[in-house]
T-cell receptor, first 116, second 111 residues
């Protein structure tokens, strides 16, 4: 199956700093990528839809100025958590849908963010 | 996207078939049924999807009722590595359409 790679897999940062998470589709192009957040023992919550070459679409309640999304190419989307606080600590997961025939989404391995 | 209802948890014996039900009574004609699973601390893994016909692949079988209001994912011979949360999602098959996750079913395969 198609491979989606996230980097880093784990990150610890100090409160007030910014953290960038990368999501790459390794063997396919993706016009659309999605960013999710998952708190312990909860389901995945969609944060935003990232579209190559245009602005991301954020879900209700997600602050676009805090969670900056850039989808500059067909294989890379980045999520930057700005001015991180302990409550931003979570498991962040991206997914990508290949353009063309395939329409199932493939997921990255996730990034565990801990803000101290 | 139509909502789905799944049991919160279920246990099954290693080597036996695991049958995971999902209700999606408000599914629309253009919506597919997708199944994903998430092993602890990993990203979700695609399993299978279907529209109205039963589907089978190397991982599982998907049985969709004739009225499409419910479906069952079958893991034919469950192994300990199949322990995961299984999500049933309905979604129209267009590339830009997002996947909305519900609570899923926590499956524990026991020796």
């Amino acid at each position: 199956g198609a491979v989606v790679s996230q980097h880093p897999s784990r990150v610890i940062c100090k409160s007030g700093t910014s953290v960038k998470i990368e999501c790459r589709s390794l063997d396919f192009q993706a016009t659309t990528m999605f960013w999710y957040r998952q708190f312990p023992k909860q389901s995945l919550m969609l944060m935003a839809t990232s579209n190559e070459g245009s602005k991301a679409t954020y879900e209700q309640g997600v602050e676009k100025d805090k969670f900056l999304i850039n989808h500059a190419s067909l294989t890379l989307s980045t999520l930057t958590v700005t001015s991180a606080h302990p409550e931003d600590s979570s498991f962040y997961i991206c997914s990508a849908i290949p353009t063309g025939f395939h329409t199932e989404a493939f997921f990255g391995q996730g990034t565990r963010l801990t803000v101290v | 996207d139509a909502k789905t209802t799944q049991p919160t948890s279920m246990d099954c014996a290693e080597g036996r078939a695991a049958n995971l039900p999902c209700n999606h009574s408000t599914i629309s004609g253009n919506e597919y049924v997708y199944w994903y699973r998430q092993i602890h601390s990993q990203g979700p893994q695609y399993i299978i999807h279907g529209l109205k016909n039963n589907e089978t692949n190397e991982m599982a079988s998907l049985i969709i009722t004739e009225d499409r209001k419910s479906s069952t994912l079958i893991l034919p011979h469950a192994t300990l590595r199949d322990t995961a949360v299984y999500y049933c999602i309905v979604r129209a098959k267009a590339a830009g359409n997002k996947l909305t996750f519900g609570g899923g079913t926590r499956v524990l395969v026991k020796p």
